[in-house]
């Protein structure tokens, strides 16, 4: 049975959460709660100054210097049998203490345990690629400063991966807006066509849940029985179930000649 609660007065009452309100985070449990977890900290620990160690969701977290990335990673490598990067990556944190909370995802299938290590740096800061590592980070550390504008040190080929080089702003940034600058509406068409198309052809559709009932040209074509750009109160257009020459050794079905059963046989 549902529970009860007292709904007295309850038009008087806020309908909406407070603004503010934080949502708590999730449990921290010490490394010792872990045999396996509880050895590799102790490891890590004569070797190198750890910030910060707990477990979070059953996946070991150390924090740790931004300077000390490439060799702890190097070290739960060749020493922790931690021998695949899953994932690499940065959380934006500018507004609130104008740093970035670089993290690396860590798998060792001999354990089968996960291990996260986190670091932070300045927005005018750089952190040490660990491609040499980890071949994977290769993209991941070009998309860390394609969308956030992470500078990462010592990387052969740091440039952007997906937004184009002469792209200004990095959209993963919290400050970037939801639905582009001027510049970005109007990226492909001055690329592509040149500015004098702009009244042509009109700025680009940057919401993605947006579908206009009549559209006729777009992805969503909703009338996609008219031609191409055409009105869409035209009649729809003749439709065949095979191409004009048929297909060879089989008769041609047209859709004038089919026939809807209205029970089945």
Not at 120 to 133: D, G, L, P, Q
Request: aromatic share 14%; net charge positive; with cysteine.
């Amino acid at each position: 049975m549902r529970e009860y609660n007292n709904r007295k007065n309850r038009q008087k009452k806020a309908y909406y959460n407070d603004r503010f309100y934080v949502v708590p985070h999730i449990p921290k449990d010490n490394p010792d709660t872990d045999e396996i977890f509880y050895k590799d900290y102790q490891e890590l620990k004569k070797n190198f100054k750890i910030k910060e160690a707990f477990i979070q969701r059953g996946q070991l977290v150390v924090i740790i210097n931004p300077k000390d990335n490439k060799e702890i990673l190097k070290f739960m490598r060749d020493n922790l049998e931690y021998t695949f990067l899953t994932e690499l990556s940065a959380n934006d944190y500018l507004e609130k203490d104008n740093e970035f909370e670089i993290f690396y995802q860590l798998l060792s299938m001999s354990k089968r345990k996960r291990a996260r290590v986190k670091c932070r740096i300045k927005e005018n800061e750089a952190i040490e690629s660990i491609y040499t590592i980890f071949k994977s980070a290769d993209w991941s550390e070009r998309e860390m400063f394609d969308m956030l504008g992470v500078k990462v040190n010592n990387h052969y080929n740091l440039k952007r991966i997906i937004m184009p080089d002469d792209w200004s702003g990095y959209p993963l940034r919290k400050d970037y807006p939801l639905q582009g600058d001027e510049a970005a509406q109007w990226y492909e068409v001055d690329k592509i066509f040149g500015k004098k198309y702009r009244k042509i052809i009109g700025p680009e559709q940057r919401d993605s849940a947006k579908i206009d009932r009549k559209d006729t040209k777009n992805f969503s074509r909703i009338y996609h029985g008219v031609p191409y750009g055409a009105n869409p109160s035209e009649k729809p257009t003749k439709q065949d179930y095979q191409e004009e020459d048929g297909v060879f050794f089989v008769d041609e079905f047209k859709k004038e000649n089919s026939k809807v059963l209205n029970t089945r046989r």
